[in-house]
């Protein structure tokens, strides 16, 4: 689990990022799911948008992605959604 401090800091880290995944009509799906794990594994800090024809809740899409890649969600702000998860082979983020 993350610190509040730990929170604030990959806030701050992801201010910057725009999102690079898009949850749509369908919702989550099991590609989507092992693709974003892979981008995780490259980046550590990643943004989803979530489209405006997506019928599930946003809480609900952040839970499904956090259970799928095992990532923590750092934040849910508007329509996007905030992954970290550690890297195993390419850490590039040190947390405070």
Same mark, same amino acid.
């Given at each position: %689990? *993350?610190? &509040?401090? =730990?929170?604030?800091?990959?806030?701050?880290?992801? !201010? !910057?990022? @725009?999102?690079?995944?898009?949850? &749509? @009509?369908? &919702?989550?799906?099991?590609? %989507?799911?092992?693709?974003?794990? +892979? /981008? *995780? #594994?490259?980046?550590?800090?990643? @943004?989803?948008? $979530?489209? =405006?024809?997506? %019928? +599930?809740?946003?809480? /609900? $899409? /952040?839970?499904? *992605?956090? +259970? &799928?890649? !095992? /990532?923590?969600?750092?934040? $849910?702000?508007?329509?996007?959604?905030?992954?970290?998860? #550690?890297? +195993? #082979?390419? @850490?590039? $983020?040190?947390?405070?």
């Amino acid at each position: %689990m *993350l610190t &509040g401090k =730990q929170k604030r800091f990959l806030r701050s880290k992801a !201010h !910057h990022l @725009k999102p690079i995944f898009q949850v &749509g @009509k369908i &919702g989550v799906n099991d590609n %989507m799911i092992v693709q974003i794990n +892979e /981008a *995780l #594994e490259k980046r550590e800090l990643i @943004k989803v948008s $979530i489209l =405006q024809n997506c %019928m +599930e809740d946003k809480d /609900a $899409i /952040a839970e499904q *992605l956090q +259970e &799928g890649t !095992h /990532a923590e969600i750092v934040q $849910i702000i508007g329509n996007n959604i905030v992954l970290y998860k #550690e890297s +195993e #082979e390419n @850490k590039q $983020i040190q947390l405070p």
